[in-house]
């Protein structure tokens, strides 16, 4: 028997492209849009003074990174419920999804601002501008550059662990190749062409943050 | 006499255990040209710095025209802001924003700090870009700029908040000794125009030919001051000769 059935192949290609791009892409976009958002709050929340502003990010960031993504997946799925909250999968989804990308960006995102020298703090100062106009104007700009990287890691991580939320019911691309699996038992073709749809997302966004990372180097010496 | 326009009067501060400002006492008159000298951690950036509020005193005042600061009460961030408003600063590794024009660096306190409204600005900063011999250089970014050009787009940036006093630290340091000459002719023009400028500096001919005062500091006190033609030419003070001799004959 041939481990790949190629009529399968061809015949599943469409009903997993669905399950892509109306699951694992717009879920991967809502979710690091708002991760990315939260970001920068808990990023700008730690970077306080003020102890009662910078501890209940350090203990956000604390609690989402030393917890796994997939058990966070099931407290608001399956655990809100107990607290009378009861979601639907997408909601969870885009819910736990975000809160994971957010932990994780906040930190890159507060490396980023430290990295801006201050010199450029002091500079925008002495023109005048306050903290908010000097985040604003100066150095946000400035550590957007710096954050490229280490964010393209995390909505590259972020494409594939969105095949988790397919254990809460979320039909995106893992999800359909299971459920075209199922009846032929044929996992290794269905999971193989689901490997090569992640793999090629992950292609086009490597090249996008290297697009990127070149437009936004170019006032910088190198 | 009309009171002086910048006056900072015992300045204390202190880097931890380093008493870096013991009492610091200085007076610039208007459209004057007060220069700073002294060995290297002789506390002349530091005073300089407070007259912004870039560093915080703990004890002093500082005014500048008609705003004045008591370090001893601590001010809040809003009265160190509106100190700082009085004055434009140069810094030693220019610190201009990589990421605007030059046009855009010089109009960024006039347009996001102050703002006025944007074509003006840029008018403005057109004809300051001109006054500094780099009007071609508009649309260029930093990075782009020779050292000396890059300082020189730093000083119209600091003129663009119409100051009342500009502060220069140690504005030709960090460059090459062939493109100290460009930046000191800028400063020089300035002062002829009549601009009140305070400026750390270790180029004495230049302290020679434009200061009106120059200020020795040593160990964070004013060991000497003077018109330059007493404080460089005949210093009263050993610690004076001694500093001025070595900058003649470092080995």
């Known amino acids: 028997m041939n481990a790949i059935d190629w009529d399968l192949v061809r015949s599943s290609l469409g009903p997993l492209f669905e399950g892509l791009v109306r699951g694992t892409l717009p879920l991967t976009a809502v979710t690091f849009a708002l991760g990315l958002a939260l970001a920068l709050l808990v990023a700008l929340m730690r970077l306080s003074g003020n102890w009662l502003v910078s501890a209940p990010a350090r203990f956000y960031v604390s609690v989402i990174r030393g917890t796994p993504l997939l058990l966070q997946l099931f407290i608001v799925f399956f655990g809100l419920p107990a607290l009378g909250l009861t979601l639907d999968p997408w909601p969870s989804a885009i819910i736990a999804l975000s809160l994971n990308v957010g932990a994780y960006a906040s930190e890159a995102v507060r490396g980023a601002i430290l990295a801006v020298p201050r010199g450029q703090w002091e500079a925008a100062m002495t023109v005048g501008m306050g903290r908010v106009t000097t985040l604003r104007r100066v150095v946000l700009p400035q550590a957007a550059r710096i954050a490229v990287p280490p964010l393209s890691n995390t909505l590259i991580s972020l494409v594939k662990d969105t095949s988790l939320v397919s254990t809460i019911l979320v039909t995106e691309l893992l999800r359909r190749a299971q459920e075209i699996a199922a009846p032929s038992f044929a996992f290794f073709t269905l999971y193989g062409v689901a490997a090569v749809y992640y793999w090629v997302v992950c292609l086009v966004l490597s090249f996008g943050q290297t697009r990127l990372e070149t437009k936004l180097s170019r006032h910088v010496a190198v | 006499m009309s009171a002086p326009l910048l006056e900072a ?46 560093e915080t005193p703990e004890t002093g005042t500082v005014r500048v025209g008609d705003v004045e600061l008591d370090w001893s009460t601590r001010p809040d961030a809003r009265a160190v802001a509106r100190l700082r408003g009085q004055s434009g600063m140069v ?15 010089v109009t960024s306190g006039p347009v996001f700090a102050q703002g006025r409204p944007k074509a003006e600005a840029q008018e403005e900063a057109r004809a300051l870009l001109e006054r500094v011999g780099l009007a071609d250089k508009a649309d260029s970014f930093p990075v782009q700029l020779s050292g000396g050009q890059q300082q020189r787009v730093g000083i119209a940036r600091a003129l663009a908040t119409r100051p009342e006093v500009v502060l220069f630290d140690e504005p030709t340091s960090a460059l090459d000794p062939e493109l100290v000459g460009e930046v000191l002719q800028v400063m020089q023009s300035l002062a002829a125009e009549g601009w009140t400028m305070v400026v750390v500096t270790h180029e004495m001919r230049f302290a020679r030919q434009v200061a009106d005062q120059v200020l020795f500091l040593d160990g964070g006190v004013v060991v000497e001051q003077g ?16 500093f001025l001799q070595r900058l003649l004959d470092p080995l």
Request: hydrophobic fraction near 35%.
């Open chain 2, 9 to 54: 009067r015992g300045l204390v501060k202190s880097f931890g255990d380093n008493r870096v400002l013991r009492g610091i006492d200085v007076a610039v008159p208007a459209g004057s040209v007060t220069c700073l000298i002294g060995p290297s951690g002789s506390g002349k950036t530091t005073v300089l710095r407070s007259l912004n509020g870039l």
């Open chain 2, 91 to 105: 810094f030693q590794a220019h610190n201009l924003f990589p990421h605007l024009s030059v046009l855009d660096n």
């Open chain 2, 227 to 242: 018109p330059p033609s007493e404080v460089l030419v005949e210093p009263r003070e050993a610690r004076t000769r001694q």
